[in-house]
């Protein structure tokens, strides 16, 4: 499972519907709106 780094809920990387990748990682997401405001600013949500 991953962690989405935006809200921090738990995702299975399977079936997760939303993905992004930065600096070669894959994040998940369990909705697009984090996906959306990750997207925007990936760094504010990888400094927590």
Request: glycine content about 6%; aromatic content about 14%.
């Amino acid at each position: 499972m991953a962690i989405d780094p935006v809200c921090g809920m738990e995702v299975d990387e399977m079936t997760a519907k939303f993905k992004s990748e930065y600096k070669g990682k894959a994040y998940y997401f369990c909705a697009p709106g984090c996906k959306k405001m990750f997207d925007k600013d990936p760094e504010k949500y990888l400094k927590k």
